[in-house]
């Protein structure tokens, strides 16, 4: 029964890429194949990019950017949350902050960052950090406000240890909105990275994306943006929805997704 | 001597306002050993604070608590706690939950398996320890509250409207599955209730709160055998004797 709704689940999704593919081929018929290929060139165009290995140098850059970004606005953001979640003058201290924080453009950013660090990693890197940061900050914060205090009050009554408390009270409360931040946080680390590298850095998807814009390579713009983002899929799927589904089985089985 | 005895209680809370709010004021009363003893007043008159001190989760103003005539030690006491919600941990299974309990008063890991197979027996939950709770119906779920709250081999049952959110049927069952469980384990229980029904049914005797601030108005013992019936006469007749002193109708 679950493995028969999952497996339609399955063709359903695959049913929607096809479609898309389909769309994307009958309209590609009506147009200029430097306007919009059709799937077959730009796939043929990925391959390319992938079997010569240039791909993955890109890649290899682009990737590094996002994690060491990304690694320090999440150890950052989930103690300032926690803390403005535990802290009235610790949330009205920052709560100005991250709302500013989270209205600032990724573009604006990305710009001040190339400005500041010049033409280096750093500037990804620190545009990275200050633009997930908020964001990470605002789910933590969350997650920490909704904690049930009944249940810290029921582990309490039981005269369990501070560490039994967060262990096995705290932290399994936090990690939906633990994912929830991770996933929101690398959707927007790797919008910046990709603006960081069009803007200055001279390697990085972006910077290849950007490339194939200045020889007007509409092959080349589609390729290393789709590449790019079945990377991004697999990491979702392969990654944070298989952690997540490990960690959080205790909730009645609803419908796949 | 009694196994509980509480004397001059006080307890205020502030408020947001910066007013204090007196919630007990100078609560008097005992518990024998064994005895099944109900706490009745009205919703929010304070019953709930006595036991939330009893706990240690809350400090009182002032006052005195004995167990076995000793001063007692909110840290040391084993105190098996039942709530109105189930308060289990999801992301636990059943056995885990229990097990949360004995490690928390640390109880040696060799003697986890016996204890809680004894008592997901005893509640009936034998085939279920495996399952997370949210499977388990409200009424379930109650039940391993109760099994986590003997687990430990409490010196004192606490337990605060724990049928309150059950439908009807589910509380009267688990009513009587309560007496049946106190019968075989002994404990003193100290449960509070603002249904008169429930008191009359389960109690050996009942301490009556007046409203807020709450002080001890009266006592009754509960002079009717077990099994008692929810329709017997006598059951019936106290049971408006305490409407009547609660002021309500």
Redesign the interface.
């Known amino acids: 029964m679950k493995q028969e709704r999952e497996a339609r689940a399955y063709v359903v999704r695959f049913s929607s890429l096809l479609a898309i593919l389909l769309v994307w081929w009958v309209v590609s018929l009506f147009f200029p194949p430097n306007f919009i290929p059709g799937p077959h060139r730009v796939l043929a165009e990925v391959w390319k990019i992938l079997s010569s290995g240039e791909f993955f140098f890109h890649m290899a850059h682009t990737l590094k950017r996002v994690i060491v970004g990304f690694v320090w606005a999440f150890l950052v953001s989930v103690v300032i949350g926690m803390l403005m979640g535990v802290n009235r003058v610790v949330e009205q201290f920052f709560e100005v902050e991250v709302l500013v924080g989270l209205t600032i453009p990724g573009l604006a950013w990305a710009m001040i960052a190339l400005m500041w660090f010049g033409i280096r990693d750093m500037a990804a890197i620190f545009a990275i950090f200050i633009i997930v940061l908020p964001m990470i900050t605002v789910n933590m914060w969350e997650g920490t406000k909704a904690l049930d205090r ?2 810290i ?9 501070r560490r ?1 408390v967060v262990r ?2 705290v932290i ?1 409360q936090l990690v939906p909105y633990l994912f929830a931040a991770t996933r929101f946080g690398f959707a927007l680390a790797w919008k910046v990275v990709v603006l960081s590298e069009m803007l200055g850095l001279s390697n990085g998807i972006g910077f290849m994306v950007n490339y194939s814009f200045g020889l007007f390579n509409m092959d080349g713009v589609l390729a290393w943006t789709l590449a790019f983002t079945m990377i991004m899929i697999v990491m979702e799927y392969g990654l944070v929805k298989v952690m997540e589904r490990r960690v ?1 089985r ?3 089985a609803m419908t796949v997704w | 001597m009694p196994k509980i005895q509480i004397a001059n209680l006080t307890k205020s809370f502030s408020r947001q306002d910066g007013s204090t709010l007196r919630v007990l004021d100078g609560v008097t009363f005992h518990a024998e050993e064994n005895e099944f003893c109900c706490l009745l007043g009205v919703s929010g008159c304070g019953k709930s604070t006595v036991l939330n001190i009893l706990a240690g989760l809350v400090p009182p103003d002032a006052g005195e608590i004995r167990l076995d005539g000793q001063g007692l030690d909110t840290h040391r006491t084993r105190v098996g706690y039942v709530f109105q919600r189930p308060r289990l941990l999801n992301w636990r299974t059943i056995r885990q939950n229990m097990e949360f309990a004995l490690k928390a008063h640390g109880v040696p890991h060799g003697e986890w398996g016996a204890r809680v197979d004894h008592y997901i027996q005893l509640v009936g939950l034998q085939q279920f320890d495996r399952e997370f709770p949210l499977a388990l119906s409200g009424g379930m779920q109650q039940r391993v509250a109760i099994a986590r709250a003997l687990v430990i081999d409490p010196d004192v049952l606490l337990m605060d409207e724990p049928f309150s959110n059950l439908d009807e049927l589910t509380a009267r069952g688990l009513r009587r599955e309560l007496l049946r469980i106190w019968r075989e384990e002994r404990k003193t229980v100290l449960f509070v209730t603002h249904n008169a029904l429930e008191a009359v049914y389960l109690a050996d005797r009942i301490v009556l709160f007046t409203n807020r601030p709450a002080r001890v108005m009266r006592e009754l013992v509960v002079d009717v055998p077990r099994e008692r019936e929810l329709e017997d006469p006598r059951l019936i007749k106290l049971q408006k004797e305490i409407v009547a002193a609660l002021g309500l109708q």
């Open positions: 009944e249940l009050e029921m582990a309490v009554a039981f005269k369990a240890s039994m096995d009270v399994p959080t205790w909730r009645p």
